[in-house]
């Protein structure tokens, strides 16, 4: 069954997206002034986010892609993760900048930083486009944030509801989820 999208309320419109990620290029260039950042793109629901803001920054970069997969027991976050694809180069003494769609309970990123640590990278920061601290498991930080969330399960702009929406420009929420499965919307609501 197809989500209608009139039953959708949107979050973060088109524009007002535009305009954060300008302000977060912003930030990023002028911190890394002098160097050049080597971002690893979390796949697949940060390559929308990654691809505005590398476009916005002033500062030359690198570009690489991660791909993670974490084993869902039930409808939560296990932090035990496969790598689905690793980077395509040596980041030893690279300054790496991990580019995320959002964090939630922070395992998917805990692991991620944990992997990336052991292969000595010069410096490690992450931007993530959207944050719900009310979720977080695991304490991970976060350098560059473009919006705090509420606990809604959220779609568009990269992010997917099996796999679909990741193409709508816009970040919404829908009230219910299509073949009566709420459980991500429960889950997001903290009643899983
Ligand atoms: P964490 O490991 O619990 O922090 O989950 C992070 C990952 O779960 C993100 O990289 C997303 O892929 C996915 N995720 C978490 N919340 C949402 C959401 O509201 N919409 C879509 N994907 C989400
Ligand atoms: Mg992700």
Do not use: W
């Not at 980041?91 to 964090?103: A, C, F, P, Q, R």
């Not at 993530?128 to 969330?149: A, H």
């Amino acid at each position: 069954m197809e989500v209608t999208l009139e039953k959708h309320r949107v979050l973060y419109s088109r524009s007002k997206i535009q305009a954060r990620v300008k302000e977060l290029a912003e930030e990023i260039s002028a911190d890394y002034e002098g160097r050049t950042p080597y971002l690893v793109v979390v796949l697949k629901g940060a390559v929308v986010f990654a691809s505005d803001l590398m476009r916005s920054l002033t500062v030359p970069c690198e570009l690489d892609f991660f791909g993670i997969s974490s084993y869902e027991e039930g409808a939560r976050s296990t932090g035990i993760v496969r790598i689905t694809k690793d980077l395509d180069a040596n980041i030893e003494s690279k300054h790496v900048l991990v580019v995320e769609d959002i964090v939630d309970s922070g395992q998917t990123l805990n692991y991620l930083l944990n992997t990336l640590k052991q292969r000595r990278p010069a410096s490690l920061k992450v931007a993530s486009f959207l944050d719900r601290p009310s979720r977080r498991e695991v304490d991970v930080k976060i350098d560059y944030t473009g919006f705090d969330i509420p606990d809604a399960f959220v779609l568009g702009y990269g992010m997917d509801y099996r796999e679909r929406y990741r193409n709508v420009p816009y970040i919404f929420v829908l009230d219910h989820l299509p073949n009566g499965d709420d459980l991500l919307l429960r889950r997001s609501t903290g009643e899983v």
